[in-house]
């Protein structure tokens, strides 16, 4: 059983209840007329940092070609066992040199730890700064080459928030 | 207690209860208001952490670390990291330790600031709740700046770091604790001393020090108890012994000792203590170093064993790690503080009414992540 004793005393002072919430209010208050920290999100995107750790994309030569030379070093560092590659020989340099035929990631079980992309000796897979890729279906986030390779496109040069707020406002 | 007995009745809280603080079932026995008996029915988010990590690299365990504790991911890797470089003999570099020391103090205020403003929520005030997620987040966004996520960072790893401070990253920390530290003089006028928050937790849920140290429980919930118990002073670890900071106990100021005000109090002072160690931190941290200079190319622990503990923002947080010199860890135990904070409930709330059962249980501040595990 618990030991149910009352030591606490409130003074006078304590019982009139008002001190103490005019000292609450006057907190309150003082935040009233400051600006305001919130971002009204689904309008207004929140733009993360450099380095932050979204979606996953694959990054590509400037003349077109997959940096990957399927080396599976990324699906061996993955904890979680998400990247499936199947390598095979890459239609230039008369498929002397690997690439990946088949790069999937199971988005569902990835736990964006970084791993793959500290694993990488070709920096070929990096993880974005997109965060809101949610979807309705399992299927829609398993992520293939194209996808990852679209997602290279989308961030390639700006960041993809600040970027859309751009377009967005030259439409308007 | 009241003389009459009615009809004892059965109640759930949970598992989805704001309250609860995650996935938590309570199974309480109750004589009209008064409890009789709290039954805790943990595991709704077992994740089998102990058996995953006899699956995977030794390198690859930090991310589960991560989410054991995932309101202070930091001290988790910082509690696994430090056993495993003892098992392995690593020194690391002299800006690796005092940059862990640094995250691992802002986590401690992040985490209880949390703890806070929920068990603020608990009782009835929203406001503060708010405020401290405000300034929580300051925290998070200096996380996510230093290495790419907000929650779950896979920061520390075994002899270094993934990635060293971002430029600019000691001005704006130094920026955050003077923005801060007149904040927990709001947070006093707001919550502490708000007269009816003492009234709902003063004398609420009093845990003597000799039943907080018989159920093993640590960390502030310990301290609110009176006992001065704080693994970073008396066992100290990393380079916590050379900082000068107080470790704040509870002394019974608005009620008995060790009730909720006091392990609110703690929680509070706490911060302020984790202020001193990082401003000394911050100003002594050597310039230069390379985070990435003691990380082993492969983890292959010795055979053998080892058992550290460290002084997460919930308490004494232990790691036991058995090696057979292979990659993979062969056992690895987790002692988790929350858990033994859980265990203490139905000792301390039984005969308290329902509505402070939910005060008392706010104010131990558990998390389900480290429970379950
Ligand atoms: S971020 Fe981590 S979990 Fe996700 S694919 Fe890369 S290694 Fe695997
Ligand atoms: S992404 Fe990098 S690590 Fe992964 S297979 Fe391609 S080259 Fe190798």
Redo the contacts with the bound molecule.
């Keep these: 059983m618990a030991i149910i004793t009352k030591s606490y005393e409130p003074t006078f002072w304590d019982k009139l209840y008002f001190p103490a919430l005019f000292k609450g209010l006057m907190v309150t208050l003082r935040y009233f007329f400051k600006r305001k920290v919130t971002i009204q999100y689904p309008e207004e995107k929140y733009i993360p940092p450099d380095g932050y750790r979204g979606l996953h994309r ?1 990054n590509k030569y400037s003349d077109g070609r997959i ?9 061996a ?1 993955c904890p979680v066992d998400c ?1 499936h ?1 199947i ?1 095979g020989p890459s239609p230039w340099d008369e498929g002397k040199e690997r690439y ?1 035929v088949r ?1 999937d990631i199971d988005l569902l079980r990835c736990i964006f730890c970084g791993f ?1 992309e500290m ?7 990096e993880l974005t700064e997109i965060y809101d890729f949610s979807d309705l279906t399992r299927e829609n986030l398993l992520i293939d080459r194209d996808g990852l390779l679209e997602v290279y496109e989308l961030t390639k040069n700006k960041n993809y928030y600040s970027q859309t707020k751009k377009s967005e406002k030259s439409e308007t | 207690m009241g003389v009459v007995h009615g009809q004892e009745m059965v109640l759930n809280i949970g598992p989805q209860h704001p309250s609860t603080h995650g996935v938590l079932r309570l199974q309480v026995k109750t004589d009209g208001e008064i409890i009789s008996e709290i039954k805790p029915f943990i595991g709704y988010l077992h994740r089998c952490f102990e058996k995953h990590c006899e699956n995977v690299t030794y390198e690859q365990v930090i991310p589960f670390t991560d989410r054991c504790d995932y309101l202070a991911s930091m001290a988790n890797n910082f509690g696994y990291v430090v056993a495993m470089e003892e098992l392995m003999e690593i020194k690391v570099p002299e800006r690796v330790e005092y940059i862990r020391v640094i995250m691992a103090e802002l986590q401690r205020i992040a985490s209880h600031l949390l703890a806070l403003g929920t068990f603020g929520l608990d009782v009835g005030a929203f406001t503060p709740f708010l405020y401290m997620f405000r300034d929580r987040e300051r925290i998070l966004d200096m996380f996510e700046m230093t290495c790419g996520a907000r929650l779950l960072y896979n920061y520390m790893w075994v002899g270094g770091l993934s990635h060293d401070l971002p430029i600019g990253f000691v001005e704006s920390a130094f920026r955050f604790l003077d923005y801060f530290e007149p904040k927990i003089e709001e947070y006093n006028n707001i919550l502490t001393y708000n007269k009816i928050f003492i009234e709902r937790t003063a004398d609420v849920g009093v845990m003597p020090a000799d039943v907080a140290i018989s159920y093993g429980v640590s960390g502030p919930n310990l301290r609110g108890s009176g006992v001065k118990w704080d693994i970073r002073k008396d066992e100290p670890y990393s380079i916590y012994d050379r900082f000068d900071f107080d470790v704040p106990v509870g002394i019974g100021e608005k009620g008995n000792l060790g009730d909720c005000w006091d392990r609110f109090n703690v929680r509070l002072t706490e911060m302020g203590e984790s202020i001193k160690i990082l401003r000394q931190a911050l100003t002594q941290i050597p310039k230069n170093g390379d985070v990435h200079q003691t990380i082993p190319k492969k983890i292959r622990p010795p055979k053998g064993s080892i058992y550290k503990r460290t002084e997460t923002p919930r308490g004494d947080l232990g790691f036991y790690i058995i090696s057979d010199g292979s990659p993979i860890p062969n056992r690895l135990k987790m002692r988790s503080p929350a858990f033994t904070a859980l265990s203490v409930l139905d000792e301390i709330g039984r005969g308290w009414m329902l509505s402070d059962v939910i005060a008392i249980l706010g104010s131990l501040d558990i998390v389900l992540g480290e429970i379950d595990r």
Excluded: D, G
Excluded at chain 1, 119 to 125: D, S
């Design positions: 694959l940096r990957c030379v399927a080396c599976e070093m990324c699906s560092a990247i590659i390598p990946p790069f793959c694993a990488c000796p070709e920096e070929a897979i």
